[in-house]
């Protein structure tokens, strides 16, 4: 657990201007800035930042708050992940608080130590491979990037470089950089010779800098230049930092764009990654040639609701996407796409044929995945003899067994039968499938959406002022108190923000609210009114004025049934006690509204 001196001190130093501005392009309008929403395809800007109380929030899809939680939503990661982010930038050493022993303390920090020393070897490798691409014997590696369409912007913003035809270059390289060596051996970068020192692994190859998410290298995959005897690829092997079947290669380029777009592209490999990014596809990510784990169908999951699953045309593509779809099922995606190949194409090969206007059909004429397995599955069984097809109809069977809940099973037990031209229930008993009446989903509740709510206008214009003068809260809560609030959203943010035990931490501000009042609090606090500084206090009294107005003409209207409940009782000296309450109700609602001329919905 991080020290809470730690995450103070990261939170009270960032300046989330300068942190969003490395991801949103801001402009300044009045107090605040403004700039395309990094969460959401949008034209006109509705994204805002308030430097002074160190919140974003954005108008158009209810997104915001900290500058920790723009990490954690850009980046998709935990929170002491996004402290640790945060502070490496700022360069604060993150220390820990444990309840553990010493030793095992001091074997943590070891191997914090040892984990920061490999990503230094990586990286001292990568810059080794970018400068040789750029050399003069990188030349043929160039050309054949050029060749195979790989702009020179791509191999900047993917780090590709160049491994050279050399058993010692790299090797040299490192140790003139004071890198360890046997750290570079445990990350499969080099490897011991019999006779004693360390040769290169890759060589003469193209190389791919594998990232994690926060963008530090963890693997290299390297492609041969000329097909012959030597393998195509080499990849890194697992190490301490790279599990293979945990990442996804493209995942850090592609993030932003993930998050934009609301959805994401999967392929298979680097170079399919990396010409998608170059044809405008810029929400691709690779699953680097393996079958998808459970690791990486989560992590595509902590990055979005949509998956567009486009493999090779191959036959082992397709099968690749049917084995993938029981996985993806296990998360609660929003909608899972098969973009089908042609033939054997990759989407490398159908690029360089048909451009991004081909792709961009491909992609918009997508099925359903489980509408486009169970169709390959069928297809498959009608191409086989019948006493073949045993195992196909298991296979089947799995898939449909794998979909959650039995209403989708029922959905798609229908199409395989009209598929396979098969009585729906002798093909559910060939299944083992059983065709009981299944009911509708009950309703849900209908969730209420903050963005689109309206509220009491001259209640919000108060709130505002409130929250962001302390002066003005005090004031307020002494002298008139929250019954003035008649708007239930307003009043319950205000009663909230009247129990927390500090005020000045935005960050500790919005962890202390409840759902609905954080997602108000952002609104306010981000929104700016359109009133110049000589007028700000007239637009306050009078819209205090108007609020105080609005409770005594209530407080007469119960007063007037309580005088007639008095006459029916001919209680005499309660209704002189409550005439006398209600002159000076009346006297004071003249009053308030003659203050009301300053109120700031006579300019609306």
């Given at each position: ?21 490395e991801?949103v ?7 605040r ?31 915001g ?17 996004a402290?640790?982010?945060?502070a ?44 040789m ?19 020179d ?16 270059g790299?090797?040299k ?6 890198q ?33 998410v926060?963008?530090?290298?963890i693997a290299?995959g ?89 493999y ?5 593509g ?50 359903s995945?489980g ?10 069984i ?23 809940d ?9 199409q ?25 989903p ?14 009491n206008?001259?209640?919000w ?11 003005k ?46 997602n108000?609090?952002e609104?306010?606090i ?74 700031w919905?006579?300019?609306?």
């Amino acid at each position: 657990m991080i020290e809470e001196s730690v995450i103070k001190t990261v939170i009270e130093r960032t300046d989330i201007v300068q942190l969003v501005g490395e991801f949103v392009q801001l402009k300044r309008r009045g107090g605040r800035l403004v700039g395309l929403c990094p969460f959401h395809r949008e034209k006109t800007p509705s994204f805002t930042v308030n430097a002074d109380r160190g919140a974003f929030y954005c108008f158009g899809c209810g997104t915001g708050g900290s500058a920790v939680d723009f990490v954690m939503k850009m980046e998709s990661i935990t929170f002491p992940e996004a402290i640790e982010r945060l502070a490496e930038r700022l360069g604060i050493t993150v220390t820990h608080v444990s309840s553990h022993s010493h030793g095992d303390e001091s074997a943590r920090r070891k191997a914090r130590d040892r984990e920061r020393s490999y990503y230094q070897v990586m990286a001292a490798a990568e810059g080794y491979f970018r400068a040789m691409i750029s050399a003069p014997g990188g030349g043929n590696c160039l050309g054949y990037a050029h060749r195979r369409g790989i702009t020179d912007e791509m191999i900047t913003s993917f780090g590709l470089g160049y491994s050279p035809d050399s058993w010692d270059g790299l090797v040299k390289s490192l140790q003139q950089d004071g890198q360890s060596l046997e750290d570079a051996r445990e990350l499969g970068l080099i490897a011991a010779r019999d006779s004693g020192g360390y040769y290169a692994r890759f060589r003469n190859r193209l190389m791919f800098p594998v990232h994690n998410v926060r963008g530090e290298i963890i693997a290299f995959g390297g492609r041969v230049l000329e097909n012959g005897e030597t393998a195509k690829y080499i990849n890194s092997p697992e190490t301490a930092i790279y599990k293979k079947g945990d990442n996804l290669y493209g995942l850090y380029q592609a993030k932003m764009h993930i998050a934009r777009e609301h959805y994401a592209i999967l392929v298979e490999g680097n170079v399919d990654v990396v010409m998608m990014h170059a044809f405008g596809f810029c929400n691709t990510v690779a699953s680097m040639g393996t079958a998808l784990t459970p690791k990486q169908a989560e992590l595509l999951y902590r990055h979005t609701r949509r998956l567009y699953v486009m493999y090779d045309g191959d036959s082992a593509g397709k099968k690749a996407m049917c084995r993938a779809l029981p996985i993806l099922l296990g998360y609660d995606f929003e909608g899972l796409y098969a973009v089908e190949l042609p033939g054997d194409d990759d989407p490398d090969s159908y690029l360089r044929v048909y451009g991004a206007e081909g792709m961009t059909a491909l992609i918009e004429n997508a099925k359903s995945l489980g509408q486009w397995c169970v169709e390959k599955k069928c297809s498959d069984i009608l191409k086989m003899p019948p006493e073949l097809r045993k195992a196909a109809f298991a296979d089947l069977s799995e898939l449909l067994h794998g979909f959650p809940d039995t209403l989708t099973q029922r959905h798609y037990l229908e199409q395989a039968a009209r598929l396979l031209g098969q009585d729906m229930g002798r093909l559910a008993t060939e299944l083992g499938m059983t065709l009981s009446q299944t009911a509708a989903p009950a309703a849900q509740p209908q969730k209420s959406n903050d963005k689109e709510a309206t509220y009491n206008r001259i209640e919000w214009i108060v709130v505002y002022m409130l929250l962001n003068s302390s002066a003005k809260y005090e004031s307020f809560m002494t002298e008139q108190g929250i019954e003035l609030l008649q708007d239930p959203g307003l009043r319950a943010l205000v009663e909230e923000y009247s129990k927390l035990p500090e005020r000045t931490s935005t960050h500790e501000i919005l962890g202390s609210l409840s759902e609905h009042s954080r997602n108000l609090y952002e609104r306010i606090i981000c929104t700016e009114l359109d009133v110049s500084e000589q007028d700000y206090e007239k637009w306050y009294e009078g819209a205090l004025a108007s609020l105080i107005d609005a409770w005594a003409c209530r407080e007469h209207q119960q007063i007037g049934y309580r005088i007639a409940e008095a006459v029916k009782q001919n209680d005499e000296s309660t209704i002189t006690e409550l005439l006398n309450k209600d002159r000076e109700l009346l006297a004071l609602i003249q009053q308030t509204q003659q203050e009301r001329k300053y109120c700031w919905q006579n300019h609306v």
